[in-house]
């Protein structure tokens, strides 16, 4: 035993009390440093333990984890301003591409996201049609209506007209009860100062397209026409068919053979 303090060079109680009496393979490493409260001790490069710059509370942080946290960051899309309260979903590339789909705060009543002009979203109050008069091509007034085309500039005389085709009725100046459909349908219908042009009916393309002051008419099939532009009272059914003048019906064109009655004459 008095061998054991064979090489000893200074009192042995005082050496003992300098040393750490369980963490013997790391004294040369942390002897000189008090460890702060709550850190986490590592193993250096050297293989002896040192004092790392972790707390507990900060590895409490990553319990639960379940992946590398890094690989998991780099999944998720970047915050940035225009991405503060996006509604839930699922984020595609069509939803968020320049940004222009983000929405960064709720809505009142009757708003639409739209795109501002500079790279994000707004809501603005919509510029729809909530109903046909506020369509470009829709006229509504006078108790007529147009639509396909909108002759306001000529209709200050006109009342209880019925167009629709992108040209029907779109002279009518001095007019009432006409009904028109199809392009070019009436479209050379006005009326004048002196003539209404009043109760005409025309169905197909630029079916009555010469009447400008007729009234009364009814004419029927495409590129159908009365006898002359101021027809009165004239039925003219057929296509490319022409009246015989007023007061008279034609039905059918010139390559029909025969009109037969509904009983054929009861023959």
Same mark, same amino acid.
């Given at each position: #035993?008095?061998? +054991?303090?064979? %090489?000893? &060079?200074? *009192?042995? =109680? $005082?050496? /003992? @009390? !300098? ?38 509370? #900060?590895?409490? +942080?990553?319990? %639960?984890? &379940?992946? *590398?946290? =890094? $690989?998991? /960051? @780099? !999944? ?44 994000? %979203? ?146």
């Amino acid at each position: #035993e008095i061998n +054991y303090v064979d %090489g000893v &060079t200074s *009192a042995v =109680q $005082t050496q /003992l @009390d !300098a040393k750490q009496a369980t963490v013997t393979g790391a004294a040369s490493s942390i002897v000189t440093n008090n460890l702060d409260a709550s850190r986490a001790v590592i193993t250096a490069a050297n293989g002896k333990v040192a004092v790392s710059d972790v707390t507990s509370a #900060e590895l409490g +942080y990553v319990d %639960g984890v &379940t992946s *590398a946290i =890094q $690989t998991q /960051l @780099d !999944a998720r899309q970047a915050l940035d301003a225009d991405l503060t309260d996006l509604a839930d979903g699922t984020l595609t590339a069509t939803k968020v591409e320049n940004g222009t789909y983000f929405i960064s705060s709720a809505g009142t009543s009757g708003k639409v996201w739209t795109s501002d002009g500079s790279g994000a %979203g707004a809501w603005v109050t919509s510029t729809a049609a909530s109903e046909m008069d506020g369509l470009s091509d829709v006229l509504v007034e006078s108790s007529s209506m147009y639509i396909g085309n909108d002759p306001s500039s000529t209709t200050s005389n006109a009342e209880k007209n019925v167009a629709v085709g992108a040209t029907a009725l779109d002279a009518i100046a001095k007019g009432d009860y006409n009904v028109a459909v199809g392009y070019d349908a009436l479209t050379a219908l006005a009326g004048s100062s002196t003539n209404d042009a009043d109760d005409n009916t025309a169905l197909g393309y630029q079916a009555g397209d010469v009447i400008t002051t007729g009234t009364n008419n009814v004419i029927l099939g495409s590129g159908a026409d009365p006898s002359a532009n101021s027809a009165i009272n004239q039925i003219v059914i057929g296509k490319g068919a022409t009246g015989h003048g007023d007061n008279i019906a034609v039905i059918g064109n010139g390559s029909a053979t025969a009109i037969h009655p509904h009983d054929d004459n009861e023959v």
